[in-house]
Protein backbone atom coordinates (compact mmCIF):
# COMPACT_ATOMS: atom_id res chain seq x y z
CA UNK A 1 0.00 0.00 0.00
CA UNK A 2 1.04 3.36 -0.95
CA UNK A 3 0.05 6.11 1.29
CA UNK A 4 -0.89 9.83 -0.52
CA UNK A 5 -1.07 12.74 1.43
CA UNK A 6 -1.96 15.88 -0.39
CA UNK A 7 -3.15 19.67 0.87
CA UNK A 8 -4.61 21.63 -2.42
CA UNK A 9 -5.65 25.22 -2.18
CA UNK A 10 -7.91 25.95 -5.95
CA UNK A 11 -10.36 29.37 -6.32
CA UNK A 12 -13.65 29.24 -8.51
CA UNK A 13 -13.92 31.22 -11.72
CA UNK A 14 -17.00 30.47 -12.89
CA UNK A 15 -20.24 32.49 -15.08
CA UNK A 16 -23.46 32.55 -12.34
CA UNK A 17 -26.25 33.61 -14.71
CA UNK A 18 -29.29 35.13 -13.09
CA UNK A 19 -31.72 32.94 -14.60
CA UNK A 20 -30.20 30.07 -13.08
CA UNK A 21 -29.95 31.35 -9.66
CA UNK A 22 -29.55 27.92 -8.57
CA UNK A 23 -26.31 26.95 -10.90
CA UNK A 24 -23.14 27.80 -11.57
CA UNK A 25 -21.28 27.32 -14.84
CA UNK A 26 -18.16 27.93 -16.09
CA UNK A 27 -17.71 28.67 -19.76
CA UNK A 28 -15.24 28.18 -22.73
CA UNK A 29 -12.99 25.55 -20.95
CA UNK A 30 -10.06 24.52 -22.94
CA UNK A 31 -7.63 22.91 -21.02
CA UNK A 32 -7.76 22.70 -16.98
CA UNK A 33 -8.33 20.96 -13.67
CA UNK A 34 -10.82 21.60 -11.54
CA UNK A 35 -11.63 20.25 -7.69
CA UNK A 36 -15.22 19.65 -7.25
CA UNK A 37 -16.11 19.55 -3.56
CA UNK A 38 -19.98 18.17 -3.08
CA UNK A 39 -21.58 19.48 0.43
CA UNK A 40 -24.65 17.21 -0.73
CA UNK A 41 -25.65 15.09 -3.82
CA UNK A 42 -25.71 17.09 -6.70
CA UNK A 43 -25.57 16.30 -10.80
CA UNK A 44 -22.11 18.01 -12.33
CA UNK A 45 -23.12 18.34 -15.87
CA UNK A 46 -20.41 19.03 -18.66
CA UNK A 47 -21.37 20.40 -21.87
CA UNK A 48 -19.32 20.87 -25.31
CA UNK A 49 -19.30 22.35 -28.45
CA UNK A 50 -16.67 22.07 -31.49
CA UNK A 51 -13.94 24.67 -31.67
CA UNK A 52 -12.11 23.72 -33.85
CA UNK A 53 -11.44 20.26 -36.16
CA UNK A 54 -13.55 18.22 -33.36
CA UNK A 55 -15.01 15.64 -36.28
CA UNK A 56 -11.51 14.57 -36.63
CA UNK A 57 -10.60 14.42 -33.05
CA UNK A 58 -12.01 12.04 -29.99
CA UNK A 59 -11.29 13.19 -26.28
CA UNK A 60 -11.27 12.20 -22.74
CA UNK A 61 -12.23 13.95 -19.66
CA UNK A 62 -11.47 12.63 -16.23
CA UNK A 63 -13.32 12.63 -12.65
CA UNK A 64 -11.40 11.21 -9.59
CA UNK A 65 -12.45 11.06 -6.77
CA UNK A 66 -10.82 12.23 -3.25
CA UNK A 67 -9.30 8.86 -3.32
CA UNK A 68 -7.16 8.92 -6.73
CA UNK A 69 -9.43 6.64 -8.30
CA UNK A 70 -11.26 7.03 -11.72
CA UNK A 71 -14.45 7.95 -10.75
CA UNK A 72 -16.37 8.27 -14.21
CA UNK A 73 -14.77 8.85 -17.69
CA UNK A 74 -16.06 11.31 -20.49
CA UNK A 75 -15.61 9.42 -23.78
CA UNK A 76 -16.30 11.82 -26.68
CA UNK A 77 -15.65 10.10 -30.36
CA UNK A 78 -15.09 11.81 -33.34
CA UNK A 79 -18.44 12.23 -34.47
CA UNK A 80 -19.51 13.91 -31.35
CA UNK A 81 -19.04 17.39 -31.96
CA UNK A 82 -21.48 18.55 -29.16
CA UNK A 83 -23.28 16.86 -26.33
CA UNK A 84 -24.13 16.89 -22.30
CA UNK A 85 -23.00 14.46 -20.07
CA UNK A 86 -23.84 14.10 -16.24
CA UNK A 87 -22.14 12.85 -13.55
CA UNK A 88 -23.54 12.31 -9.64
CA UNK A 89 -20.99 13.75 -6.98
CA UNK A 90 -21.62 13.35 -3.01
CA UNK A 91 -20.02 14.53 -0.22
CA UNK A 92 -18.75 11.10 0.92
CA UNK A 93 -16.06 11.14 -2.29
CA UNK A 94 -15.24 14.97 -2.33
CA UNK A 95 -13.63 16.49 -3.16
CA UNK A 96 -13.23 15.22 -7.09
CA UNK A 97 -10.68 16.38 -9.74
CA UNK A 98 -12.17 16.89 -13.07
CA UNK A 99 -9.65 17.12 -15.89
CA UNK A 100 -10.19 18.55 -19.13
CA UNK A 101 -7.18 17.71 -20.78
CA UNK A 102 -5.39 20.24 -23.33
CA UNK A 103 -5.00 20.35 -26.12
CA UNK A 104 -8.75 20.60 -26.31
CA UNK A 105 -10.28 20.85 -29.82
CA UNK A 106 -13.48 21.88 -27.79
CA UNK A 107 -14.93 24.05 -26.01
CA UNK A 108 -16.38 22.80 -22.45
CA UNK A 109 -19.68 24.50 -20.26
CA UNK A 110 -19.37 23.01 -16.53
CA UNK A 111 -22.28 23.48 -14.12
CA UNK A 112 -23.39 22.48 -11.17
CA UNK A 113 -25.60 23.12 -7.99
CA UNK A 114 -24.88 26.44 -5.54
CA UNK A 115 -23.74 24.46 -2.63
CA UNK A 116 -21.30 22.83 -4.54
CA UNK A 117 -17.31 24.19 -4.79
CA UNK A 118 -15.91 24.14 -8.08
CA UNK A 119 -12.45 25.22 -8.25
CA UNK A 120 -10.19 25.55 -11.43
CA UNK A 121 -6.16 25.73 -12.43
CA UNK A 122 -5.51 27.02 -15.83
CA UNK A 123 -2.44 25.78 -17.49
CA UNK A 124 0.69 28.03 -17.58
CA UNK A 125 1.52 29.85 -21.79
CA UNK A 126 -1.04 27.56 -23.35
CA UNK A 127 -4.79 28.74 -23.33
CA UNK A 128 -7.17 27.50 -21.06
CA UNK A 129 -10.27 29.28 -21.53
CA UNK A 130 -11.81 31.06 -24.34
CA UNK A 131 -12.85 34.06 -22.18
CA UNK A 132 -16.04 35.52 -22.02
CA UNK A 133 -17.51 39.42 -22.60
CA UNK A 134 -17.31 41.39 -19.45
CA UNK A 135 -15.21 38.57 -17.31
CA UNK A 136 -14.25 39.28 -13.69
CA UNK A 137 -12.08 36.95 -11.60
CA UNK A 138 -10.26 36.87 -8.88
CA UNK A 139 -6.98 35.24 -7.15
CA UNK A 140 -4.83 35.90 -3.70
CA UNK A 141 -1.52 36.49 -2.89
CA UNK A 142 -0.23 35.24 0.25
CA UNK A 143 1.21 37.97 2.44
CA UNK A 144 4.70 38.80 2.90
CA UNK A 145 5.14 36.59 -0.50
CA UNK A 146 6.74 37.97 -4.19
CA UNK A 147 3.79 37.12 -6.96
CA UNK A 148 4.63 37.21 -10.22
CA UNK A 149 1.22 37.64 -12.18
CA UNK A 150 1.68 36.60 -16.43
CA UNK A 151 0.01 36.51 -19.65
CA UNK A 152 0.21 34.98 -23.01
CA UNK A 153 -1.58 36.83 -25.78
CA UNK A 154 -3.48 34.04 -28.16
CA UNK A 155 -5.78 36.03 -30.03
CA UNK A 156 -7.83 37.71 -27.40
CA UNK A 157 -7.22 40.49 -24.94
CA UNK A 158 -4.04 42.20 -25.28
CA UNK A 159 -4.72 44.29 -21.92
CA UNK A 160 -4.87 43.09 -18.40
CA UNK A 161 -5.77 44.71 -15.44
CA UNK A 162 -5.47 43.63 -11.90
CA UNK A 163 -6.72 45.85 -8.64
CA UNK A 164 -6.21 44.89 -5.03
CA UNK A 165 -9.45 45.35 -4.05
CA UNK A 166 -7.83 46.33 -0.42
CA UNK A 167 -7.13 49.65 -1.90
CA UNK A 168 -7.58 49.75 -5.44
CA UNK A 169 -3.93 49.95 -6.52
CA UNK A 170 -4.54 48.81 -10.10
CA UNK A 171 -1.48 47.56 -12.63
CA UNK A 172 -1.74 46.79 -16.33
CA UNK A 173 -0.37 43.64 -17.82
CA UNK A 174 0.55 44.58 -21.99
CA UNK A 175 0.35 41.23 -23.62
CA UNK A 176 2.52 41.40 -26.99
CA UNK A 177 2.10 38.82 -29.57
CA UNK A 178 5.98 37.12 -29.73
CA UNK A 179 6.58 34.86 -32.84
CA UNK A 180 8.59 32.63 -30.41
CA UNK A 181 5.76 31.20 -28.89
CA UNK A 182 7.82 30.34 -25.36
CA UNK A 183 7.56 33.99 -24.49
CA UNK A 184 4.78 35.89 -22.49
CA UNK A 185 4.36 39.17 -20.67
CA UNK A 186 4.64 39.11 -16.66
CA UNK A 187 4.32 41.72 -13.66
CA UNK A 188 5.20 41.50 -10.41
CA UNK A 189 3.12 42.38 -7.60
CA UNK A 190 4.30 44.02 -4.49
CA UNK A 191 4.36 42.10 -1.52
CA UNK A 192 1.72 42.69 1.48
CA UNK A 193 1.91 41.93 5.15
CA UNK A 194 -1.78 40.84 4.97
CA UNK A 195 -3.03 38.60 2.15
CA UNK A 196 -4.89 40.23 -1.01
CA UNK A 197 -7.37 39.61 -3.11
CA UNK A 198 -7.02 40.90 -6.87
CA UNK A 199 -9.61 41.51 -9.20
CA UNK A 200 -8.54 40.74 -13.04
CA UNK A 201 -10.33 41.98 -15.86
CA UNK A 202 -9.61 41.90 -19.64
CA UNK A 203 -10.11 44.43 -22.47
CA UNK A 204 -11.32 41.69 -24.84
CA UNK A 205 -12.51 38.47 -25.23
CA UNK A 206 -11.06 35.30 -27.03
CA UNK A 207 -8.69 33.15 -26.25
CA UNK A 208 -5.80 34.19 -23.47
CA UNK A 209 -3.41 32.28 -21.05
CA UNK A 210 -3.45 33.56 -17.61
CA UNK A 211 -1.23 32.27 -14.42
CA UNK A 212 0.45 32.88 -11.31
CA UNK A 213 3.81 31.95 -9.97
CA UNK A 214 4.81 32.89 -6.34
CA UNK A 215 1.41 31.56 -5.02
CA UNK A 216 -1.63 28.73 -6.17
CA UNK A 217 -2.04 29.26 -9.29
CA UNK A 218 -5.86 29.72 -9.16
CA UNK A 219 -8.35 31.67 -9.88
CA UNK A 220 -12.03 32.52 -8.49
CA UNK A 221 -15.56 34.25 -9.42
CA UNK A 222 -15.52 35.97 -6.07
CA UNK A 223 -13.45 36.59 -3.23
CA UNK A 224 -15.35 34.82 -0.68
CA UNK A 225 -14.73 31.62 -2.86
CA UNK A 226 -11.34 31.71 -2.13
CA UNK A 227 -11.21 28.76 0.46
CA UNK A 228 -8.54 26.14 1.40
CA UNK A 229 -9.56 22.51 0.35
CA UNK A 230 -7.99 19.33 2.26
CA UNK A 231 -8.29 16.10 0.60
CA UNK A 232 -7.63 13.05 2.58
CA UNK A 233 -5.36 11.10 2.79
CA UNK A 234 -5.69 8.37 -0.27
CA UNK A 235 -4.26 5.09 -0.54
CA UNK A 236 -3.25 2.95 -3.91
CA UNK A 237 -2.99 -0.90 -3.94
CA UNK A 238 -0.74 -2.32 -6.70
CA UNK A 239 -0.19 -5.92 -7.20
CA UNK A 240 3.03 -6.85 -9.02
CA UNK A 241 1.94 -10.36 -11.22
CA UNK A 242 3.68 -13.21 -13.15
CA UNK A 243 1.99 -12.60 -16.20
CA UNK A 244 3.97 -11.44 -18.78
CA UNK A 245 2.19 -9.36 -21.32
CA UNK A 246 4.82 -8.92 -24.10
CA UNK A 247 8.10 -7.33 -24.53
CA UNK A 248 9.56 -3.92 -23.47
CA UNK A 249 9.78 -0.92 -26.21
CA UNK A 250 13.29 0.08 -27.34
CA UNK A 251 13.10 4.04 -25.77
CA UNK A 252 15.22 6.30 -27.60
CA UNK A 253 15.28 10.05 -29.06
CA UNK A 254 15.84 11.51 -32.16
CA UNK A 255 19.11 12.24 -33.11
CA UNK A 256 20.91 15.24 -35.07
CA UNK A 257 21.83 15.31 -38.91
CA UNK A 258 25.82 15.23 -37.83
CA UNK A 259 28.16 13.60 -36.20
CA UNK A 260 28.18 14.90 -32.29
CA UNK A 261 31.05 16.68 -30.96
CA UNK A 262 32.87 14.02 -28.88
CA UNK A 263 33.00 16.24 -25.96
CA UNK A 264 29.25 14.77 -26.07
CA UNK A 265 29.99 11.79 -26.30
CA UNK A 266 30.00 10.80 -22.44
CA UNK A 267 26.08 12.50 -22.40
CA UNK A 268 24.93 10.39 -24.71
CA UNK A 269 26.70 7.31 -23.29
CA UNK A 270 25.07 8.31 -19.78
CA UNK A 271 21.31 8.51 -21.50
CA UNK A 272 21.31 4.54 -22.40
CA UNK A 273 19.92 5.45 -25.87
CA UNK A 274 18.46 1.37 -27.00
CA UNK A 275 17.00 3.63 -30.46
CA UNK A 276 17.18 6.31 -32.77
CA UNK A 277 15.30 8.37 -35.22
CA UNK A 278 16.89 9.97 -38.06
CA UNK A 279 16.50 12.53 -41.27
CA UNK A 280 18.08 11.84 -44.63
CA UNK A 281 18.67 15.02 -46.45
CA UNK A 282 17.72 14.01 -50.20
CA UNK A 283 19.24 17.26 -51.28
CA UNK A 284 22.47 16.98 -48.92
CA UNK A 285 22.99 13.13 -49.55
CA UNK A 286 23.09 13.66 -53.39
CA UNK A 287 25.89 16.50 -52.84
CA UNK A 288 27.77 14.68 -50.08
CA UNK A 289 27.16 10.80 -50.38
CA UNK A 290 29.25 9.95 -47.48
CA UNK A 291 27.84 12.54 -44.86
CA UNK A 292 25.58 9.92 -43.50
CA UNK A 293 27.23 7.08 -43.38
CA UNK A 294 30.18 8.76 -40.80
CA UNK A 295 27.19 9.74 -37.67
CA UNK A 296 25.47 6.74 -38.80
CA UNK A 297 28.33 4.10 -38.50
CA UNK A 298 29.01 6.09 -34.91
CA UNK A 299 25.62 5.52 -33.64
CA UNK A 300 25.53 2.27 -34.83
CA UNK A 301 29.40 0.87 -33.17
CA UNK A 302 30.17 3.20 -30.24
CA UNK A 303 26.40 3.76 -29.04
CA UNK A 304 25.04 0.62 -29.88
CA UNK A 305 22.05 2.14 -31.10
CA UNK A 306 20.55 -1.00 -33.28
CA UNK A 307 16.84 -0.06 -33.73
CA UNK A 308 16.87 2.39 -36.05
CA UNK A 309 14.50 5.09 -38.58
CA UNK A 310 15.28 7.45 -40.96
CA UNK A 311 12.52 9.81 -43.00
CA UNK A 312 13.06 11.32 -46.07
CA UNK A 313 13.13 15.49 -46.35
CA UNK A 314 14.58 17.89 -47.38
CA UNK A 315 16.80 20.64 -46.04
CA UNK A 316 14.96 23.43 -44.18
CA UNK A 317 11.95 20.97 -43.48
CA UNK A 318 10.96 20.26 -46.54
CA UNK A 319 8.29 17.11 -46.29
CA UNK A 320 6.86 16.99 -49.21
CA UNK A 321 9.14 15.70 -52.25
CA UNK A 322 8.95 14.04 -55.22
CA UNK A 323 9.58 10.88 -57.19
CA UNK A 324 12.17 12.29 -59.42
CA UNK A 325 16.40 11.50 -60.31
CA UNK A 326 17.06 13.78 -56.74
CA UNK A 327 14.90 11.56 -54.13
CA UNK A 328 15.70 8.22 -56.17
CA UNK A 329 19.63 9.10 -56.24
CA UNK A 330 19.16 9.82 -52.50
CA UNK A 331 17.13 6.91 -51.78
CA UNK A 332 19.98 4.82 -53.20
CA UNK A 333 23.01 6.50 -51.44
CA UNK A 334 20.87 6.02 -48.28
CA UNK A 335 20.49 2.47 -49.08
CA UNK A 336 24.21 1.50 -49.89
CA UNK A 337 25.06 3.76 -46.13
CA UNK A 338 22.55 0.57 -44.51
CA UNK A 339 23.96 -1.88 -46.51
CA UNK A 340 27.33 -1.22 -44.81
CA UNK A 341 25.64 -1.36 -41.36
CA UNK A 342 25.43 -3.97 -39.16
CA UNK A 343 22.59 -5.99 -40.74
CA UNK A 344 21.86 -7.77 -37.24
CA UNK A 345 19.91 -4.24 -36.71
CA UNK A 346 16.87 -3.17 -38.16
CA UNK A 347 17.22 -0.03 -40.50
CA UNK A 348 13.70 0.91 -41.11
CA UNK A 349 12.70 3.98 -44.00
CA UNK A 350 10.15 6.32 -44.51
CA UNK A 351 9.43 7.64 -47.73
CA UNK A 352 8.09 11.03 -46.11
CA UNK A 353 7.89 12.98 -42.79
CA UNK A 354 4.39 13.49 -41.68
CA UNK A 355 2.96 12.73 -44.98
CA UNK A 356 -1.05 13.19 -43.71
CA UNK A 357 -0.16 16.70 -42.07
CA UNK A 358 2.19 17.60 -45.76
CA UNK A 359 0.83 16.13 -48.69
CA UNK A 360 -1.91 17.66 -50.99
CA UNK A 361 -3.89 14.26 -50.77
CA UNK A 362 -4.07 10.40 -49.90
CA UNK A 363 -3.39 10.29 -53.65
CA UNK A 364 -0.85 12.14 -54.14
CA UNK A 365 1.12 10.39 -51.49
CA UNK A 366 0.39 6.98 -52.25
CA UNK A 367 1.88 7.64 -56.05
CA UNK A 368 4.85 8.86 -54.82
CA UNK A 369 5.22 6.29 -52.08
CA UNK A 370 4.64 3.68 -54.92
CA UNK A 371 7.33 5.18 -56.92
CA UNK A 372 9.72 5.35 -53.88
CA UNK A 373 9.08 1.74 -53.02
CA UNK A 374 9.98 0.66 -56.35
CA UNK A 375 12.95 2.10 -56.88
CA UNK A 376 13.96 0.41 -53.10
CA UNK A 377 13.47 -2.65 -54.38
CA UNK A 378 15.68 -2.95 -56.95
CA UNK A 379 18.42 -1.12 -55.46
CA UNK A 380 21.78 -3.29 -55.33
CA UNK A 381 21.63 -5.83 -51.76
CA UNK A 382 18.29 -4.62 -50.70
CA UNK A 383 16.46 -8.72 -50.37
CA UNK A 384 19.41 -9.45 -48.52
CA UNK A 385 20.05 -5.93 -46.47
CA UNK A 386 18.12 -5.25 -43.19
CA UNK A 387 15.92 -2.17 -44.88
CA UNK A 388 12.45 -2.24 -43.56
CA UNK A 389 9.42 -0.26 -44.59
CA UNK A 390 7.70 1.78 -42.51
CA UNK A 391 4.22 3.68 -42.99
CA UNK A 392 3.48 6.27 -42.95
CA UNK A 393 5.33 7.93 -40.60
CA UNK A 394 1.99 9.69 -40.13
CA UNK A 395 1.38 13.21 -37.59
CA UNK A 396 -1.03 11.37 -34.84
CA UNK A 397 -2.52 8.20 -36.11
CA UNK A 398 -6.49 7.94 -33.77
CA UNK A 399 -7.07 11.97 -34.72
CA UNK A 400 -6.41 13.98 -37.29
CA UNK A 401 -3.56 16.12 -37.90
CA UNK A 402 -3.95 20.17 -37.00
CA UNK A 403 -5.15 21.08 -40.37
CA UNK A 404 -8.32 21.75 -42.74
CA UNK A 405 -9.96 18.62 -43.56
CA UNK A 406 -8.00 16.59 -41.26
CA UNK A 407 -11.07 13.88 -40.87
CA UNK A 408 -9.69 12.58 -43.78
CA UNK A 409 -6.34 12.64 -43.09
CA UNK A 410 -6.38 10.12 -40.02
CA UNK A 411 -3.15 8.21 -39.73
CA UNK A 412 -4.43 4.74 -39.47
CA UNK A 413 -7.09 5.78 -42.31
CA UNK A 414 -4.24 6.12 -44.49
CA UNK A 415 -1.90 3.06 -43.24
CA UNK A 416 -5.03 0.92 -43.85
CA UNK A 417 -5.03 2.33 -47.56
CA UNK A 418 -1.11 1.82 -47.67
CA UNK A 419 -1.34 -2.12 -46.31
CA UNK A 420 -4.22 -2.55 -48.47
CA UNK A 421 -1.71 -1.66 -51.33
CA UNK A 422 1.65 -2.89 -50.62
CA UNK A 423 1.33 -5.20 -47.74
CA UNK A 424 3.68 -7.57 -48.89
CA UNK A 425 6.24 -4.93 -48.59
CA UNK A 426 5.55 -3.59 -45.39
CA UNK A 427 7.75 -4.27 -42.51
CA UNK A 428 6.27 -1.65 -39.73
CA UNK A 429 3.98 0.94 -38.68
CA UNK A 430 4.90 4.73 -37.13
CA UNK A 431 3.53 7.50 -36.45
CA UNK A 432 4.25 10.67 -34.31
CA UNK A 433 2.03 11.62 -30.94
CA UNK A 434 1.73 15.10 -30.60
CA UNK A 435 0.14 17.11 -27.97
CA UNK A 436 -1.04 15.12 -25.17
CA UNK A 437 0.19 17.60 -23.15
CA UNK A 438 -2.13 16.73 -19.82
CA UNK A 439 -0.54 13.98 -17.39
CA UNK A 440 -3.60 12.13 -17.04
CA UNK A 441 -4.20 11.88 -20.64
CA UNK A 442 -0.52 9.76 -21.37
CA UNK A 443 -2.84 6.83 -20.98
CA UNK A 444 -4.51 7.56 -24.23
CA UNK A 445 -0.91 6.47 -25.85
CA UNK A 446 -2.63 2.80 -25.25
CA UNK A 447 -5.18 3.14 -27.80
CA UNK A 448 -3.17 4.45 -30.59
CA UNK A 449 -1.42 1.16 -29.90
CA UNK A 450 -3.75 -1.21 -29.06
CA UNK A 451 -5.53 0.27 -32.30
CA UNK A 452 -2.03 -0.18 -34.59
CA UNK A 453 -1.86 -4.05 -33.03
CA UNK A 454 -5.51 -4.77 -34.17
CA UNK A 455 -4.69 -2.94 -38.07
CA UNK A 456 -2.02 -5.41 -38.34
CA UNK A 457 -2.96 -8.12 -36.27
CA UNK A 458 -1.06 -10.66 -33.93
CA UNK A 459 1.00 -13.58 -34.37
CA UNK A 460 0.30 -17.25 -32.59
CA UNK A 461 2.53 -15.59 -29.78
CA UNK A 462 0.45 -12.52 -29.43
CA UNK A 463 3.18 -10.23 -31.11
CA UNK A 464 2.27 -7.84 -33.66
CA UNK A 465 2.61 -9.04 -37.21
CA UNK A 466 3.90 -6.01 -38.12
CA UNK A 467 6.38 -3.41 -35.87
CA UNK A 468 4.53 -0.23 -34.18
CA UNK A 469 6.69 2.48 -33.76
CA UNK A 470 6.35 5.76 -32.29
CA UNK A 471 9.42 7.19 -33.57
CA UNK A 472 8.53 10.91 -32.60
CA UNK A 473 6.80 11.96 -29.27
CA UNK A 474 6.78 15.15 -27.19
CA UNK A 475 4.44 16.72 -24.98
CA UNK A 476 3.94 19.83 -27.95
CA UNK A 477 4.50 19.49 -31.85
CA UNK A 478 6.46 22.63 -33.09
CA UNK A 479 7.42 25.63 -31.65
CA UNK A 480 4.30 25.52 -29.59
CA UNK A 481 6.34 24.42 -26.15
CA UNK A 482 5.95 26.00 -22.51
CA UNK A 483 9.60 26.12 -20.38
CA UNK A 484 7.03 25.35 -17.50
CA UNK A 485 7.02 21.96 -19.53
CA UNK A 486 10.09 21.19 -21.47
CA UNK A 487 12.50 22.34 -18.39
CA UNK A 488 11.14 21.49 -15.24
CA UNK A 489 10.49 17.99 -13.51
CA UNK A 490 6.94 17.85 -15.17
CA UNK A 491 8.81 16.66 -18.25
CA UNK A 492 10.55 13.91 -16.26
CA UNK A 493 7.01 13.17 -15.26
CA UNK A 494 5.10 13.11 -18.97
CA UNK A 495 7.86 11.24 -20.17
CA UNK A 496 7.75 8.21 -17.86
CA UNK A 497 4.15 8.45 -17.35
CA UNK A 498 4.05 7.92 -21.47
CA UNK A 499 6.60 5.16 -21.24
CA UNK A 500 4.98 3.49 -19.20
CA UNK A 501 1.22 3.46 -20.32
CA UNK A 502 3.19 3.09 -24.29
CA UNK A 503 4.99 -0.57 -22.44
CA UNK A 504 1.88 -1.52 -20.90
CA UNK A 505 0.57 -4.30 -23.34
CA UNK A 506 3.77 -5.46 -24.89
CA UNK A 507 2.84 -4.20 -28.36
CA UNK A 508 5.18 -1.51 -28.98
CA UNK A 509 8.55 -1.68 -30.74
CA UNK A 510 9.67 1.62 -30.34
CA UNK A 511 9.34 4.92 -28.33
CA UNK A 512 11.52 8.06 -29.76
CA UNK A 513 11.49 11.53 -27.94
CA UNK A 514 11.56 14.16 -29.99
CA UNK A 515 14.59 15.59 -30.04
CA UNK A 516 18.29 15.01 -28.53
CA UNK A 517 19.09 18.58 -27.74
CA UNK A 518 17.19 21.91 -27.82
CA UNK A 519 17.50 23.90 -30.97
CA UNK A 520 16.77 27.73 -31.98
CA UNK A 521 13.67 27.62 -32.53
CA UNK A 522 12.86 24.51 -30.86
CA UNK A 523 13.83 24.22 -27.27
CA UNK A 524 12.26 20.69 -26.46
CA UNK A 525 15.55 18.59 -26.15
CA UNK A 526 16.75 16.35 -23.52
CA UNK A 527 19.70 18.26 -23.72
CA UNK A 528 20.07 22.32 -22.76
CA UNK A 529 22.30 23.83 -25.02
CA UNK A 530 23.39 27.55 -23.50
CA UNK A 531 24.14 30.77 -25.58
CA UNK A 532 28.27 29.53 -25.63
CA UNK A 533 27.21 26.16 -26.55
CA UNK A 534 28.00 24.41 -22.98
CA UNK A 535 25.36 21.09 -22.44
CA UNK A 536 23.25 20.50 -19.72
CA UNK A 537 20.90 17.21 -19.09
CA UNK A 538 17.46 18.15 -18.14
CA UNK A 539 14.59 16.85 -15.64
CA UNK A 540 13.59 15.13 -18.48
CA UNK A 541 16.68 13.39 -19.49
CA UNK A 542 17.73 12.21 -16.54
CA UNK A 543 14.15 10.47 -15.67
CA UNK A 544 14.88 8.92 -19.49
CA UNK A 545 17.82 7.73 -18.02
CA UNK A 546 16.82 5.58 -15.32
CA UNK A 547 14.09 4.41 -16.98
CA UNK A 548 16.85 3.13 -20.01
CA UNK A 549 19.53 1.88 -17.46
CA UNK A 550 16.82 -0.23 -15.58
CA UNK A 551 14.61 -1.21 -18.57
CA UNK A 552 13.38 -5.21 -18.33
CA UNK A 553 13.02 -6.74 -21.55
CA UNK A 554 9.70 -8.09 -20.62
CA UNK A 555 6.61 -6.48 -19.65
CA UNK A 556 4.85 -7.55 -16.18
CA UNK A 557 1.15 -6.98 -15.59
CA UNK A 558 0.28 -4.90 -12.78
CA UNK A 559 -2.98 -4.33 -10.69
CA UNK A 560 -2.62 -1.07 -9.58
CA UNK A 561 -6.08 0.58 -8.16
CA UNK A 562 -5.24 4.83 -8.58
CA UNK A 563 -5.82 6.75 -11.42
CA UNK A 564 -3.26 9.28 -10.60
CA UNK A 565 0.02 6.74 -9.72
CA UNK A 566 1.50 4.71 -12.37
CA UNK A 567 4.14 2.04 -12.11
CA UNK A 568 5.91 0.15 -14.02
CA UNK A 569 9.12 -2.96 -13.34
CA UNK A 570 12.40 -2.18 -13.78
CA UNK A 571 15.47 -3.39 -12.48
CA UNK A 572 16.11 -1.51 -9.55
CA UNK A 573 12.60 -0.71 -8.03
CA UNK A 574 8.93 0.33 -8.95
CA UNK A 575 8.87 3.51 -10.95
CA UNK A 576 6.01 6.08 -10.19
CA UNK A 577 5.27 8.86 -12.30
Same mark, same amino acid.
Given at each position: MIRIKALLLFLLAATTHPVFAQ?? %???SIRDGSF??? /????? /??????????????NAEEVYLINSNGELAEKITIDQSNRSGQYKMKVSEKSSPYKLIIPGYSFRNYKISHGERTLSLFEPNKVHYSVDIPRQAVIFFKSPENSNVQFSGKYHSGARKITLKRLSDNFTVNLELQNYDDYQKFNSIELPSSNADEVWQVTFNSSGKVAFWLDGAENLFAL? !????????? !?????? &? &?????? =??SSPDIGVALPYLTPPSNSHAMLDSLYIKSASFYSFVDVITQDPSRELEFRTLYDDKFNIKNNITLLAGTQRKAVLEANTEAFNALSLWAEDSTRLDHRANHYIAFADEPNLNFGSYEAFSSYFSAMLSHLKNTPNFSTSAIKVVVPASSRFLDGPFRPAAK /???????? $?????? %????IQAIAWHEWMTRN????????? /?? $?????? =????SNGKPKKALLIDQTNISSGNSVSPYEQDTQYAALWWASVIINSSQDGLLEMLNWFHIADEIDHKKGLIAVSDKGQLQL? !? =?AKAHAFLTESWLKNVKKIENTSFEVEFYTVKTAATVS
Open positions: QV %HWQIIL /SQAED /SLTIEWEDAWLSDAS !PTQLQSVNL !PDAYTA &V &VLTDLT =VG /SRLGIDWA $RCLLAE %HNADLYATRRYQD /SI $RAAADL =VGLDK !P =V
